[in-house]
Structures are given as C-alpha cells and as structure tokens.
C-alpha cells in the first residue's frame, strides 16, 4: 500500500468530516433547545454561501466584511423562521413540524434558483492557493482551513455550553422545558438564541463548504450526510457531532478513494442502518425509557 497516498486520503477525510460535524451541530443545537429535527440545515447553509456570494459580487464589499455579514443574515434567518414559523408550531405533532422544516427547506431552493438560476457558481477566493504540507503528505489550502475552523468553533461550543449562563440554561432547557420555567429560565428566548446560533452554524459552514466545492441550489444535500452523523452520533450530543462526523468523513474518503464513489453513500448508510439496530439514539445521544 502507498501510505503517503493513504494519508493524503485520510487527512481530506478528517477536513470533510469536520465540515460535517460543524453542520452536525446546527441539528443538535436546534433539537437540544426544542426537540425540533430541522431537516432545512442544508438548505440554510446554502443560503450562507449565497449570501457571501452577493455581498461580494453583488454589492462589492470586501470579503473580511462579508463573512460575518453572511453568518449574521443566518442568525437573522433563524430568529425570524422561530418567530413566525416554529413558536406558532409548539405543541403540535412532532411530524407536523418536520415536515414544516421539509417546506421551508424546498422554499429556500425555489427562491435561490428564481433569484441566482440553477447555475453553480464559484465563491470569490479568500483562502489563498498556497499548498499545505503535513511532512510529506500534501492537503488542499481550502480543506486544511475549514477542519481548523470547524474544530475551533466546535471546541468553543463545548466550553459555552459547560460555563456559559446562556449554555446552561439551554441544557436546562433541553433536559426539562417545565423545570426551566421554574427556575426563571425565558424558555421562548432560548428557543431563538438556539435557532439563531444553529442557522449561524449552517451558514458559517456553507461559506467553508462552498469555497472548496462551489455554490450550486443542490449543495443543500450536504446536509443529509450531516443528518447522518447526528443519527450515529447521538441527536442531542455535542461530542456525538464531533465524533460522527469525523467517523463518516473519514469513512466516506476510504470508501469513494479505494472503492469507487457510487460506494461512499452506500457505505455511510449502511453505518447509519447498523448504528440504529445497535444504539438507536446514537453513540452519545440521551437514553429515553418510555412505560408504557
């Protein structure tokens, strides 16, 4: 075996799959705070690609200013959609709301197509050309700086939700919603403060997506494979996040590389299949007992 190729291999796999745990982590964030499953994450991290794209071409701005322009119109997003959308929702069936998601996600492609048309579109460059090398084995510029960000923004959500006010009122939130109430927590503002640092996540990881693959209105399919991870992972797990997305990025490196890629996809569901016969609320998730 050629072990400079195979790491090669496996180092694109970690970048990927840190991509995927920080879109992971818009999925765990929203279901911690409101045991909503939002199946328009992908969709939302489109939409950050898009809007980078516009602040730069369309409005001239310099791209230092429109990467958190791009992140805060997802914060904006995400405050708006539970407004108007989710907080009427409450108390309704779970599958009435998923299937909400399911609506506002064909939304956003309708609307980016009318607007920007079905063409892919490259981001205006920001990250450089320069290689990078890890001893001998060669990673792309573009990778290597996306599994540094999103290990980086991961790491700090793990220290907010230990020691922040704001995390520990989410998980006090997420572990008993009543509980919460009596202890003065404002339920309906952790619900936004959940959703807009979730579709903050999805966009912030669509800019990193979309600068090594392009932007296109079919990128939201990123978000299936991060649907997975938090499947494996564990729904409400943080470090489930982290760790499945790793797990299936390297997985589906090994696999597209020394298969074939028609093998990837088959490869990452059947992990998904197995991890559900298995522990069906993931390797980290929280372990519900219902009597009947």
Same mark, same amino acid.
């Given at each position: $075996?050629?072990w400079?190729?195979?790491?090669?291999?496996t180092?694109?796999?970690?970048?990927?799959?840190?991509?995927?745990?920080?879109?992971a982590?818009?999925f765990?964030?929203?279901?911690?705070a409101?045991?909503?499953?939002?199946?328009a994450?992908?969709?939302?991290? $489109?939409?950050? %690609?898009?809007?980078?794209?516009a602040?730069?071409?369309a409005?001239?701005?310099?791209?230092?200013l429109?990467?958190?322009l791009?992140?805060?119109?997802?914060?904006?997003? %995400?405050?708006?959609?539970?407004?108007t959308?989710?907080r009427?929702?409450? %108390?309704?069936?779970?599958?009435?709301?998923?299937?909400?998601?399911?609506?506002?996600?064909?939304?956003?492609?309708?609307?980016?197509?009318?607007?920007?048309?079905?063409?892919?579109?490259?981001?205006?460059?920001?990250m450089?050309? +320069?290689?990078?090398f890890?001893?001998? +084995?060669?990673?792309s510029?573009?990778?290597?700086?996306?599994?540094?960000?999103?290990?980086?923004?991961?790491?700090?959500?793990?220290?907010l939700?230990?020691?922040?006010?704001?995390?520990?009122?989410?998980?006090?939130? +997420?572990?008993d919603?009543?509980a919460?109430?009596?202890?003065?927590?404002n339920?309906?503002?952790?619900?936004?403060?959940?959703w $807009?640092?979730?579709?903050?996540?999805?966009?912030?990881? %669509?800019?990193?997506?979309?600068?090594?693959?392009?932007?296109?209105?079919? $990128?939201?399919?990123?978000?299936?494979?991060?649907l997975?991870?938090?499947?494996?992972g564990?729904l409400?797990?943080?470090?489930?996040?982290?760790?499945?997305g790793?797990?299936?990025?390297?997985?589906?490196?090994?696999?597209?590389?020394?298969?074939?890629?028609?093998?990837?996809?088959?490869?990452?569901?059947?992990?998904l299949?197995? +991890?559900?016969?298995?522990?069906?609320?993931?390797?980290?998730?929280?372990v519900?007992?219902?009597?009947?």
């Amino acid at each position: $075996m050629d072990w400079l190729f195979f790491t090669e291999v496996t180092l694109a796999g970690l970048g990927s799959g840190a991509l995927l745990s920080l879109t992971a982590l818009s999925f765990v964030l929203i279901y911690k705070a409101t045991r909503v499953i939002n199946l328009a994450v992908g969709e939302i991290l $489109m939409l950050g %690609g898009y809007l980078f794209f516009a602040f730069v071409t369309a409005f001239g701005l310099a791209t230092w200013l429109a990467i958190p322009l791009a992140i805060a119109g997802g914060a904006l997003f %995400g405050f708006v959609v539970e407004r108007t959308l989710i907080r009427p929702m409450l %108390g309704e069936s779970s599958i009435s709301v998923l299937m909400l998601t399911v609506g506002l996600g064909s939304v956003l492609i309708g609307a980016t197509e009318l607007i920007w048309n079905t063409d892919p579109r490259a981001l205006p460059d920001f990250m450089g050309q +320069a290689p990078v090398f890890i001893g001998e +084995a060669y990673v792309s510029r573009k990778i290597a700086i996306g599994f540094v960000v999103s290990a980086l923004v991961i790491a700090l959500f793990l220290l907010l939700f230990r020691f922040w006010r704001g995390g520990v009122a989410l998980r006090a939130t +997420a572990t008993d919603q009543a509980a919460a109430y009596s202890c003065g927590i404002n339920v309906p503002a952790v619900f936004s403060l959940a959703w $807009m640092v979730a579709c903050a996540t999805a966009a912030g990881a %669509g800019l990193l997506v979309g600068a090594i693959g392009g932007i296109s209105p079919t $990128m939201g399919v990123f978000g299936l494979s991060a649907l997975v991870v938090v499947i494996i992972g564990g729904l409400d797990s943080v470090l489930g996040a982290l760790i499945g997305g790793i797990l299936i990025g390297l997985v589906e490196a090994w696999a597209g590389t020394f298969l074939g890629g028609e093998y990837k996809l088959v490869t990452t569901f059947s992990i998904l299949i197995a +991890a559900l016969m298995i522990r069906p609320y993931g390797l980290f998730g929280t372990v519900e007992i219902e009597r009947l």
